[in-house]
């Protein structure tokens, strides 16, 4: 994460602490936790710390990040199936996972169908499946580790998922020289585990203050309230309380709300605009109280009031000290992301293969390498001929043919995420901008059809910033195309890198990433962010260049009203295809969009 | 999987809780589609609907639950009759309310042949699949938005024909799956194919409460079903019996409900008013009014139940901007202005 203040690292560890401590007690009921880190010592020593305080007979069970929902949920046991002539079920990781935790390493490239599938069974506390000709219904219940090694804040779990795991731990900005002794013995968490059920339900002034600290800070999902009132519980049992306080909700608050908070206020706040970031948590925390609660809530006594107001003030304060005061989503000159991108896989396409994918039924077909049988349709296919078969020769063995073979289908889910570049930089007249931003809503509009992605990166004031990741909410697309300003240098070599930071991470998701530029070309900002003309644009043609070499698709659709000799320089150092805009009607460019895009699938 | 949480303590959500109870009414309006933020209680509000279905009489061990009093329409084992047609021997079970589990295979949703049936005796027999077990009940299919393409427009074919024709290894099998089918999902995972959408009768948006009042009461109340189950049905089991009885006689009254011809033509000039496509609409509309009128007790259709149910019957029908974000309800409404109040 690239917060703009460090944390302090020993605040940092002995949260961390004490979040593998209240997640040991009761991993089920908290869901589970979110840790952002790379792999490495630090990340190593708290799932080590984590481990050592679950129960001796815990599973924790690693799960791999490209697992088949075969493994995830179970499914038929083909040996036994064979040696019994019928279906034998096998349970899956999840199921193993009952009584413990389960460990999702690399869970910011989880796809949303398993991500899906691991959420539904959190909710559930049962694995419901119905696949492979069976029936699947084991309970387990579990607690997830969803290790994230995102390199920036839009690679992230899927959100559904981070909605039902309590704690988002951030470890990114701890060395191993950070990591302290642990507060909490193994035995001190068993004893919380023994009081936790006898912990009171907490009362309802609590409630209120705590939902009241989550509106105050935007974090509107109602799971987070549950997660922080529970967390509130496991802490007051944890310090040998059978009734939650104020100070458990607090911690709550910190632990569970502020890292929610933090993301709601990037989601909102797309930087790159002069927007106060955090302008929600940064008033005083005394007026809400004072003033908003009392018409929503029933009058009851003063005392009372006072009494749940301080509580709520106390987690207001709690998840506002949590909070870094300037905050930024990624850096806005690109150069971090940019950088980003060594660290992330090396270039070239993402690796197809006929194996991976969602499965699509099974045909019949030959057995050839790499293809893989689908052996319950085929005993299918073969079963009821064996009557037939068996005429004349010694029974009670299975007679598969060549032509009962059945071959498993996938479909590679070739989605297409369009990332559309566009320049509101001073050199692109207001007119001109206006016409651009008329010529990407036909675009819009089609990628909604096709249920494309659209990311939406602008340049402008010597600055690119990327003011949507992919998403298929075009709504949004709209809303920040149509607000857009324009003005200022025009620092394009910063927006390829930016682009090609978002396509590669794209492309890290098995997406198929496609760049459109929609510019004059004539850059004047250069990487270091210095104006000038002649290295700016060096340092755009050199950018453009590293797109060639990932392997990236793009188009570039030059804006300004008489092309120039050379205009297409960009297009050919992107190896990509060239467009001039006033030759192409806004909704012939949806057209040409769209013949790219089918280009590029192909 | 012990106690569900009760449909009658779900707070606020009523145009949700709404188009359930209609659905469950008229089964003929064909599905709900509800589409809403993460944490709603969208699929709480829908697995709770179990709860208050009233039971069905089946067939003794008939696996599509055919009903006693009608002649067999499954053609399988319960063809035991006496001469008026009506089945010997039944059983009374809950209304079925199957959840499709994402990632379920189209074997497991529509039948395959039984394998160990035909291994081990060399017999070809149709191992029923969900669309079976869903036979006069429910479908919920929590995510449909992520569902394969394929398996999404199975399943609307069968919701809309009420059949179930199974071709596969060999097997020919038909039998009833009349089922009312309710899809959720977040759009922000990827929406549903504009083409599937007015498949659905009903369309419903939820919405984070923006209340805190509202939203402090879903947290207590989840709270105290997390703490004591049991004791928190039990404190709703008297709301719950009262809307358990409201759906019963509503569905006995719904088809006799009077629709008078003023009501008619002012839907039939809101169809027309904001562009909706073919009759489907019309007809949703009709049902959905009928259906609003008779679980408010009232002894005819008026303009005010036309008024309530239009958004959700009409909203996902209308030709889309996807680009629009005022919204199609907001568009609705100022059709309803324009031609029922001039």
């Given amino acids: 994460m690239t917060s703009a203040v460090a944390p302090d690292p020993e605040a940092l560890w002995t949260d961390a602490d004490l979040i593998a401590a209240l997640l040991s007690v009761d991993p089920a009921g908290l869901g589970g936790v979110a840790v952002r880190s790379g792999f490495g010592a630090v990340r190593e020593r708290w799932l080590g710390l984590l481990r050592a305080r679950l129960p001796g007979h815990a599973p924790v069970v690693r799960i791999p990040i490209h697992v088949g929902e075969d493994r995830l949920l179970g499914g038929l046991d083909l040996t036994a199936s064979l040696s019994q002539g019928r279906p034998v079920a096998q349970g899956g990781l999840l199921a193993a996972c009952h009584g413990g935790v389960g460990v999702l390493a690399m869970a910011e490239r989880l796809d949303v169908t398993a991500s899906a599938l691991i959420a539904s069974t959190l909710d559930q506390g049962a694995v419901l499946a119905q696949r492979d000709g069976l029936t699947l219904r084991e309970v387990t219940s579990f607690g997830l580790v969803a290790l994230d090694e995102g390199a920036d804040e839009t690679e992230r779990p899927p959100e559904g998922l981070m909605d039902r795991l309590a704690f988002h731990l951030d470890l990114s900005g701890l060395s191993h020289r950070d990591v302290a002794a642990a507060n909490f013995t193994p035995e001190a968490v068993e004893t919380a585990r023994r ?67 933090k993301h709601a206020m990037a989601e909102r706040a797309p930087q790159g605009q002069q927007t106060e970031p955090n302008e929600e948590a940064s008033h005083e925390p005394q007026p809400p109280s004072s003033g908003e609660t009392s018409e929503t809530a029933s009058p009851p006594d003063l005392d009372e009031t006072a009494a749940r107001d301080l509580a709520a003030e106390m987690i207001v304060a709690a998840v506002r000290a949590a909070l870094p005061d300037a905050f930024k989503l990624v850096d806005p000159s690109g150069r971090a992301s940019a950088a980003s991108i060594s660290r992330s896989r090396g270039g070239g396409a ?38 037939l078969r068996a005429a004349g020769e010694d029974a009670g063995r299975l007679r598969i043919r060549k032509d009962d073979f059945r071959i498993r289908r996938y479909v590679q889910r070739a989605e297409l995420t369009t990332i559309l570049v566009v320049d509101a930089s001073g050199s692109t007249a207001f007119q001109r901008l206006a016409e651009a931003k008329g010529a990407v809503e036909p675009l819009l509009a089609q990628a909604y059809v096709a249920r494309a992605r659209v990311a939406l990166i602008a340049f402008h004031h010597g600055e690119a910033s990327l003011l949507l990741p992919p998403t298929r909410s075009l709504t949004r697309a709209k809303r920040l195309l149509a607000d857009l300003p324009g003005g200022g240098g025009t620092p394009f070599a910063s927006a390829i890198d930016l682009s090609l930071a978002v396509a590669v991470a794209e492309k890290s998701k098995q997406r198929t990433p496609m760049l459109v530029f929609l510019t004059d070309g004539r850059a004047n900002i250069d990487r270091a962010g210095q104006p000038g003309r002649q290295a700016a644009d060096r340092d755009a043609l050199a950018a453009a260049k590293r797109v060639a070499q990932y392997g990236v698709r793009a188009l570039f659709i030059d804006t300004s009203p008489r092309p120039q000799a050379g205009a297409d320089r960009f297009a050919q150092a992107m190896r990509g295809s060239y467009a001039s805009l006033p030759f192409v009607q806004s909704d012939r460019l949806a057209d040409l969009v769209a013949r790219e895009g089918r280009a590029v699938m192909s | ?195 599937l959408l007015d498949r659905f009768g009903l369309s419903v948006e939820v919405r984070t409460p923006t209340v805190l009042a509202e939203r402090v009461e879903v947290i207590k109340r989840r709270a105290a079903f997390d703490h004591d189950p049991a004791a928190f049905v039990e404190t709703w089991a008297e709301e719950q019996a009262r809307l358990s009885r409201l759906l019963v006689t509503a569905s006995q009254v719904v088809s006799q409900l009077p629709v008078p011809d003023s009501t008619l033509e002012a839907s039939a000039r809101l169809c027309i008013a904001i562009g909706s496509d073919g009759l489907r609409g019309e007809l949703t509309l009709m049902r959905a009014a009928r259906a609003a009128a008779a679980l408010e007790g009232a002894d005819e259709v008026r303009l005010s139940h036309v008024r309530d149910v239009a958004p959700m019957a009409l909203g996902h029908r209308m030709r889309r901007d996807p680009l629009d974000e005022g919204g199609s309800t907001a568009r609705i409404e100022r059709a309803m202005l324009e031609v029922f109040d001039a």
């Fill in chain 1, 195 to 261: 009081i936790y059920p006898s912990v009171a339900k907490v009362d309802d002034d609590l409630i209120d203050a705590v939902c009241e600290a989550a509106a105050l800070v935007g974090v509107s999902s109602a799971r987070s309230c549950l997660l922080a009132l529970r967390v509130a519980r496991v802490h007051a049992a944890l310090s040998g309380r059978l009734t939650a306080t104020a100070e458990d909700a607090s911690v709550a608050g910190r632990l569970v709300l502020a890292p929610r908070a």
């Fill in chain 1, 350 to 387: 993402a690796v197809k293969s006929a194996l991976r994918g969602r499965p699509l039924g099974s045909r019949p077909g030959r057995l050839k390498p790499g293809a893989r049988l689908d052996l319950l349709d085929t005993l299918r296919a073969a079963a009821p001929w064996q009557k």
């Fill in chain 2, 1 to 195: 999987m012990a106690d569900v949480y009760p449909f009658s303590a779900i707070v606020g959500q009523t145009a949700l809780k709404r188009a359930l109870m209609m659905a469950a009414v008229d089964p003929a309006i064909g599905g709900v589609l509800v589409f809403g933020d993460r944490g709603t209680g969208k699929s709480t509000a829908v697995r709770a609907l179990a709860g208050l279905l009233p039971p069905i009489r089946v067939v003794r061990g008939c696996p599509f639950h055919c009903d006693p009093q009608k002649p067999s329409a499954c053609g399988s084992d319960c063809e035991r009759r006496d001469a008026s047609g009506h089945a010997t021997y039944t059983d009374v079970i809950s209304t079925p309310v199957v959840d499709l589990p994402l990632g379920a295979t189209e074997d497991r949703v529509v039948g395959a042949l039984d394998l160990e049936h035909a291994l081990t005796r060399g017999e070809k027999r149709f191992e029923p699949g969900l669309l079976a077990r869903a036979n006069r009940g429910f479908l919920y299919i929590d995510e449909i938005n992520l569902l394969e393409d394929n398996l999404v427009d199975l399943l609307l074919d069968v919701a809309a024909s009420g059949e179930n024709l199974v071709e596969r290894e060999g097997l020919s099998v038909r039998h009833p799956s009349r089922f009312v089918l309710v899809g959720s999902g977040n759009p922000e995972e990827g929406e549903l194919r504009p083409q």
